[in-house]
């Protein structure tokens, strides 16, 4: 393990924020954008839709235009396999994160880029939403592209929080490995002892605040970690080229630390979203970042 480890952090920032995956839509037929939410429906970048239970969840497109997954990333796949496809020119993507309301308070899951090209914060101040009305961030792992939004400088250069009154909540599986095995890990260590004092970790299979379950998603990272909240299941970077994975999940992309695992984690999580009737929102899904 502390081999695959180390392959990985050979990997180039560069690489690590390109992240992707493809082009089914959300649950357009099934779920509707949400009524009345006029300002959510006008901001590129942005869908809103209600959850069963009465929430919403706003897929928020963190990266600036497009974003394509290049054949590459997916050595797992045979070159006819991948031609297939017909897209010669990647598999379409997206950097995302989302952002739900409940009981007017709002939840976000994962930060994105942040100083990396970032657009976390120009969408949320187009949905009216201030980084200080966000009381709680979920974290699926702890890659760049979806932990660098958690920070930002101040006029000294110095990081400071942008989201001060969330409290933080990582998987220790996660925290651990990022802490004590992985190495060039600098960026995570700094965010992490910013938010120390707000930092909660938890375990697979614990329900957290307003009933978000943790779920076992492992093989991207040690502990990748996906969400269940009412009938959204947030599955992180279960996909990277999702017209690629979803009829074929035993293909791993390049990012994934253990392959086997990560292959496993996506047969089975992919099946308990179909048998339970969940909409799947990834981190790398093309726009609009949801799937059946």
């Known amino acids: ?48 839709i209600t959850l069963s239970n009465g929430a919403t969840v706003t897929w928020i497109q963190d990266n600036d235009g497009e974003k394509l997954n290049p054949r590459s990333l997916f050595s797992d796949a045979s070159d006819s396999l991948y031609n297939s496809l017909n897209m010669p ?11 739900v309301k409940v009981d007017g ?3 976000l899951f994962d930060a994105g880029l942040g100083a990396f090209g970032g657009q976390l914060m120009s969408r949320l101040a187009a949905l009216d939403v201030n980084p200080d009305s966000i009381g709680l961030v979920y974290l699926t792992h702890f890659h760049v592209d979806h932990i660098s939004g958690l920070v930002a400088k101040d006029d000294a250069g110095n ?20 802490m004590n095995d992985i190495p060039k890990n600098d960026l995570q260590k700094n965010i992490m002892a910013l938010y120390k004092d707000s930092l909660h970790l938890f375990a697979f299979g614990d329900t957290l605040p307003h009933g978000v379950f943790a779920m076992d998603a492992v093989g991207h990272t040690p502990g990748h970690t996906a969400f ?14 999702y017209a690629l994975q979803k009829d074929h999940p035993e293909i791993n992309s390049n990012y994934d630390m253990d392959k086997p695992k990560s292959a496993e984690s996506r047969k089975r999580i992919m099946q308990y979203a179909r048998d339970n009737k969940l909409l799947m929102a990834g981190m790398h899904l093309p726009p609009p970042g949801f799937a059946e």
Not at 89 to 99: K, N, R, W
């Open 1 to 48: 393990m502390n081999k695959i480890f180390a392959i990985l952090g050979t990997i180039s920032l560069s690489m690590l924020v390109a992240a992707c995956s493809d082009t089914k839509t959300a649950k357009e037929t099934a779920t509707a954008e949400t009524a009345g939410d006029e300002t959510a429906a006008q901001v590129a970048g942005t869908k809103t």
């Open 89 to 99: 020119d990647g598999i379409p993507a997206s950097v995302s994160t989302f952002l």
């Open 105 to 107: 308070k709002y939840i």
């Open 159 to 178: 990081d400071t929080k942008v989201f001060k009154n969330a409290a933080v909540y990582a998987g220790k599986v996660e925290y651990d490995a990022w």
């Open 228 to 241: 269940q909240f009412a009938n959204l299941l947030i599955v992180g970077d279960l996909m990277h080229g």
